[in-house]
């Protein structure tokens, strides 16, 4: 049980996935003196930062503003890739579909008129004969737009983690914070290893943010997620090359899915998989039989290429808030602790962005970047 104690810290980050990693980095490169804290390993598939791949999309029905925040991840993702010397981000594509009144694909077309974003509108018909993995609908409108794709989460937490170990910022994993309080000009973290003082604190603690700021309680609901793998009978249909990146409202709801990578299978989910929400601790971590019929039976109807034998079934956590946008904000009580997350299912591919946002709230409590959306006092007014 060897404590490293090196003092006082500029920063103690909290939860050490994507969004944490990525904090780390820009605040150690920034000359700050950080320390990050995991409860599990790094990279670990507890919480909501794993499963091999990830979307990331700029063309974005969910709401227009976080088009500026998705130029500035992807050119952060390059950078981080190069220091990496691994490959990250890969683009396939991505397509937005559903009933031409549905609030995906008219979202995401509007997304693009506004920002001027290169796309295509293609009937569901017109999608299946350009790519037959698809068989959606024929008269669905599938938006196309050329820069979406995904990325490696669990390379992308290790590439900021030892980027920002190379320039001395100090991780640990498998380290539990049990409190937090504030002092004069800081705050005090105990873990079940050790007590450290800091100037700021920064929480990226996912699912487990509401269990450790009370401010996020009942504002942050952990959801279980389940995602499958299966086996395509077409595989040259479902190779990244050949399929884009999907995000599909139909009857069944809407589903999100991904070419073969990293598994020997199609991988694909559904939003918000059976409503089961909880405790983090306490979230049914092992796949159901009734989970894997659920989405068998969406790719037999739409991806009818892509469903042969199950190669994996993963679980995985949404951290939901009440209008489904994002937290990032200062403590409305501690202005020395800052807070991101919870992502409502769709913050990973922001982590780089979103660190760099973080890293501006440690240092001086604003940033550059347009987070009017995350405020927290939106979902406490709501709540009152």
């Not at 994002?326 to 979103?354: E, M, N, R, T």
Request: proline residues 6%; negative net charge.
């Amino acid at each position: 049980m060897n404590v490293q104690y090196s003092g006082r810290y500029d920063a103690i980050i909290v939860g050490v996935g994507g969004m944490g990693s990525a904090t780390a980095y820009y605040l150690a490169r920034r000359g700050r003196r950080v320390l990050g804290l995991e409860r599990f390993g790094i990279p670990h598939a507890m919480g909501s930062s794993h499963g091999h791949t990830r979307i990331i999309r700029l063309a974005y029905y969910e709401d227009p503003s976080y088009v500026l925040l998705l130029r500035r991840a992807y050119e952060l993702w390059r950078e981080i890739q190069g220091k990496a010397g691994e490959k990250l981000l890969h683009i396939t594509g991505s397509i937005d579909a559903g009933p031409e009144e549905s609030w995906v694909f008219k979202g995401s077309w509007e997304s693009c008129k506004l920002h001027d974003l290169p796309h295509e509108v293609l009937t569901g018909a017109e999608l299946g004969r350009r790519y037959p993995g698809y068989h959606l609908p024929p008269e669905h409108l599938a938006l196309v737009q050329p820069e979406g794709g995904f990325l490696t989460p669990e390379r992308c937490i290790v590439s900021y983690v030892m980027a920002a170990q190379s320039l001395g910022a100090e991780i640990h994993g498998h380290e539990r914070v049990l409190e937090w309080v504030p002092l004069e000009g800081g705050v005090r973290v105990s873990t079940d290893r050790g007590t450290y003082e800091a100037d700021r604190l920064v929480m990226t603690a996912g699912a487990w943010n509401g269990d450790l700021i009370d401010v996020l309680d009942g504002l942050a609901v952990p959801e279980r997620q389940v995602l499958a793998w299966l086996q395509p009978s077409r595989p040259d249909h479902f190779r990244p090359d050949t399929f884009p990146v999907f995000n599909l409202l139909v009857d069944e709801g809407r589903f999100y899915g991904f070419p073969v990578f990293g598994v020997p299978g199609f991988k694909f989910g559904k939003y918000f998989h059976l409503g089961e929400t909880g405790n983090a601790d306490e979230i049914d971590r092992q796949p159901r039989d009734y989970d894997e019929q659920l989405l068998r039976s969406f790719a037999e109807r739409y991806f009818p290429d892509g469903c042969g034998p199950t190669m994996d079934l993963q679980t995985c956590m949404f951290t939901n808030t009440p209008d489904h946008h994002f937290v990032i904000d200062l403590h409305p009580d501690y202005p020395q602790v800052s807070i991101a997350s919870p992502c409502s299912g769709h913050g990973f591919k922001f982590a780089s962005v979103v660190g760099e946002i973080m890293a501006d709230l440690a240092e001086k409590g604003f940033t550059r970047h347009d987070i009017g959306l995350f405020r927290l006092d939106r979902l406490r007014q709501r709540a009152t």
